[in-house]
């Protein structure tokens, strides 16, 4: 086994060049005794205004506050994922973070092969071998912020009709689809829910094109309020709702800014929060294999209902939307997360 790890990390040093086409951001030599974390982005990258920028926004906090120096990769393919990874590995970093459910399988492969390095993998999926002991899964309860966006969104529409327009058909985004229809359904029991997926590969987050295309169905269907789980695929949502009329929901961030006036509210992913409380457990000397969930309780996801960015929500729409929260919350509401 020793070996054969030493053989691995000849070959990802070997072939820096390319396992990462794209080095896209590091910073200088970390503060004395601070860890280096490597962090290879999802499909979208840095610039999505979704997913990859809030990881992004943990890992510049915990420079900022912890003094790690930290390196970017952004691969172009899944041979590109798996040697960003190991190269990172190789190379001795302390922590290395796949962002997205993609990585799943690859991270455990290369978590196995270097068990002195620590990893973490945003949105981890199990597999059917035990992840290694040097491997976080981070995960969120997506289906319970979704819940309370359908919910406003049940609120909001004028037609009984509303939108969820999904990237890659995966068990992670039904989460979304899920907790939003039954959300909707709570404040509308009459709202039907259009469902529609952009594909079934990884370039279904970033195809805009397809995103408007089927958002502008949904819309010419009697949809008037469409929520998106699809990364940058949802600007074309946003684009379509802006030129009919219609209004939007954003995911994992604040994406009002995207599309003013047409985004009334967000579902928002602490994915900010998840990547810097890895980094600052292996800072501190605790950190821990296995799987971890945020919530609402954790303060893991939640909703935009407060500033400029949620003015379109009346006082009473909040309220409402808000006693829904705490019922979940307080585990007296349960969110389908899965069909």
Same mark, same amino acid.
């Given at each position: 086994?020793?070996?054969?790890?030493?053989?691995?990390?000849?070959?990802?040093?070997?072939?820096?060049?390319?396992?990462?086409?794209?080095?896209?951001?590091?910073?200088?030599?970390?503060?004395?005794?601070?860890?280096?974390?490597?962090?290879?982005?999802?499909?979208?990258?840095?610039?999505?205004?979704?997913?990859?920028?809030?990881?992004?926004?943990?890992?510049?906090?915990? %420079?900022?506050? #912890?003094? =790690?120096? $930290? !390196? /970017?990769?952004?691969?172009? +393919? &899944?041979?590109?994922?798996?040697? @960003?990874?190991?190269?990172?590995?190789?190379?001795?970093?302390?922590?290395?973070?796949?962002?997205?459910?993609?990585?799943?399988?690859?991270?455990?492969?290369?978590?196995?092969?270097?068990?002195?390095?620590?990893?973490?993998?945003?949105?981890?999926?199990?597999?059917?071998?035990?992840?290694?002991?040097?491997?976080?899964?981070?995960?969120?309860?997506?289906?319970?912020?979704?819940?309370?966006?359908?919910?406003?969104?049940?609120?909001?529409?004028?037609?009984?009709?509303?939108?969820?327009?999904?990237?890659? %058909?995966?068990? #992670?985004? =039904?989460? $979304? !689809? /899920?907790?939003?229809?039954? +959300? &909707?359904?709570?404040?509308?029991? @009459?709202?039907?829910?259009?469902?529609?997926?952009?594909?079934?590969?990884?370039?279904?987050?970033?195809?805009?094109?397809?995103?408007?295309?089927?958002?502008?169905?949904?819309?010419?269907?009697?949809?008037?309020?469409?929520?998106?789980?699809?990364?940058?695929?949802?600007?074309?949502?946003?684009?379509?709702?802006?030129?009919?009329?219609?209004?939007?929901?954003?995911?994992?961030?604040?994406?009002?800014?995207?599309?003013?006036?047409?985004?009334?509210?967000?579902?928002?992913?602490?994915?900010?929060?998840?990547?810097?409380?890895?980094?600052?457990?292996?800072? /501190?000397?605790?950190?821990? +294999?296995?799987?971890?969930?945020?919530?609402?309780?954790?303060?893991?996801?939640?909703?935009?209902?407060?500033?400029?960015?949620?003015?379109?929500?009346?006082?009473?729409?909040?309220?409402?939307?808000?006693?829904?929260?705490?019922?979940?919350?307080?585990?007296?509401?349960?969110?389908?997360?899965?069909?």
């Amino acid at each position: 086994m020793a070996d054969r790890r030493a053989l691995l990390a000849a070959l990802a040093l070997a072939g820096a060049s390319l396992a990462l086409p794209r080095r896209v951001g590091q910073t200088p030599a970390p503060a004395r005794g601070a860890p280096r974390v490597g962090l290879v982005f999802d499909v979208g990258g840095r610039g999505d205004k979704s997913f990859n920028d809030a990881a992004y926004e943990g890992l510049a906090r915990a %420079s900022r506050e #912890l003094g =790690v120096a $930290f !390196e /970017l990769a952004e691969p172009l +393919g &899944a041979e590109d994922r798996e040697g @960003a990874l190991r190269l990172f590995a190789a190379r001795g970093f302390e922590l290395v973070i796949g962002v997205g459910y993609i990585f799943s399988r690859d991270i455990g492969e290369v978590a196995a092969d270097f068990p002195g390095v620590r990893f973490a993998c945003v949105d981890y999926a199990p597999g059917p071998r035990p992840a290694p002991p040097n491997l976080a899964g981070l995960g969120f309860r997506e289906e319970e912020a979704s819940f309370l966006v359908g919910a406003a969104a049940g609120l909001l529409t004028r037609t009984s009709k509303v939108g969820f327009v999904g990237g890659m %058909s995966i068990p #992670l985004i =039904v989460k $979304f !689809e /899920l907790g939003f229809a039954a +959300g &909707a359904r709570a404040t509308c029991p @009459a709202c039907a829910v259009a469902v529609a997926y952009a594909g079934s590969t990884g370039e279904a987050f970033r195809d805009p094109a397809k995103g408007k295309a089927i958002a502008a169905a949904q819309i010419a269907g009697g949809a008037d309020v469409l929520f998106h789980a699809a990364g940058l695929t949802g600007n074309g949502v946003f684009e379509a709702a802006r030129e009919r009329g219609a209004r939007a929901i954003g995911v994992d961030r604040d994406q009002a800014d995207e599309a003013p006036g047409v985004v009334v509210t967000s579902m928002v992913k602490r994915v900010d929060v998840a990547v810097f409380e890895i980094i600052r457990d292996v800072t /501190l000397g605790r950190f821990r +294999g296995g799987l971890r969930a945020f919530g609402l309780a954790e303060g893991g996801v939640d909703w935009v209902h407060e500033g400029p960015h949620a003015a379109g929500l009346s006082p009473e729409l909040v309220a409402r939307v808000e006693a829904l929260r705490a019922e979940i919350a307080g585990g007296r509401v349960r969110v389908p997360s899965t069909r």
